[in-house]
């Protein structure tokens, strides 16, 4: 696969994320028809004639959405949260829950997609409660697998946030389960990233897990 660069996207787009439509993206033409390329051979191979009328737009189409779903290579954790940081003496957890992320499996570029439940403890810092999702999404619009995924998460929070602790949990189901393998429609997968006080204190864990799951609620 063909990873995009930097001077693929338009740095404004990357800005205006959730706003823009993939098919108007601004990129860089020979880059893009090379990616497009590709993308043609891919249907031939599978048996498609690239020529017919319904895939005349395809090449172009998927490489702009490729590009789109992979743009987190492009974005760094500290540029989106930039100076969103506040002094704070608030000593209780924060916690953002149910934070939707839509990301691909790197075994099979499929897609998996989810919700994590993000919490922190504060160390004097604070940080824009809008945020925290923002660095949930520079991390899943890479090719990924989800247990990578939480752990980038929690580090990129203590990182920059230098907290007393940070816990992850991220629900998703995975269409490479679900299309093709083992078939299985209803199975969900569920992982933890624990920094901190939230591994290394029971009360302060099992708070975070009941907060993140109450009453036993999943995705």
Not at 72 to 96: C, K, Q, S, T
Not at 102 to 123: K, N, Q, T, W
Request: some cysteine; aromatic content about 6%.
């Amino acid at each position: 696969m063909i990873r995009p660069t930097r001077d693929l996207l338009d740095p404004a787009l990357l800005r205006g994320a959730t706003e823009v439509d993939t098919d108007e993206m601004s990129v860089d033409t020979d880059r893009m028809h090379e990616f497009e390329q590709v993308i043609r051979r891919q249907l031939e191979l599978v048996g498609e004639d690239p020529e017919r009328e319904g895939l005349l737009k395809t090449p172009s189409r998927v490489a702009k959405a490729l590009s789109w779903l992979t743009r987190g290579y492009e974005l760094d954790p500290a540029e989106v949260i930039g100076d969103a940081i506040f002094n704070e003496n608030h000593e209780n957890m924060v916690m953002v829950r149910d934070i939707e992320l839509y990301s691909m499996c790197e075994h099979h570029m499929l897609p998996f997609f989810g919700r994590a439940h993000v919490a922190y403890i504060p160390d004097g810092k604070i940080v824009g409660l809008s945020k925290i999702p923002r660095v949930v999404e520079v991390f899943a619009r890479r090719l990924q697998v989800q247990e990578r995924l939480g752990e980038q998460v929690a580090d990129a929070l203590v990182d920059v946030l230098r907290p007393k602790g940070v816990g992850v949990v991220i629900e998703a189901v995975h269409l490479c389960m679900m299309m093709r393998g083992v078939e299985k429609q209803n199975s969900r997968t569920i992982t933890s990233s624990l920094r901190g006080v939230f591994r290394d204190d029971a009360r302060t864990r099992s708070e975070f897990l009941r907060l993140a799951h109450p009453n036993g609620a999943g995705y």
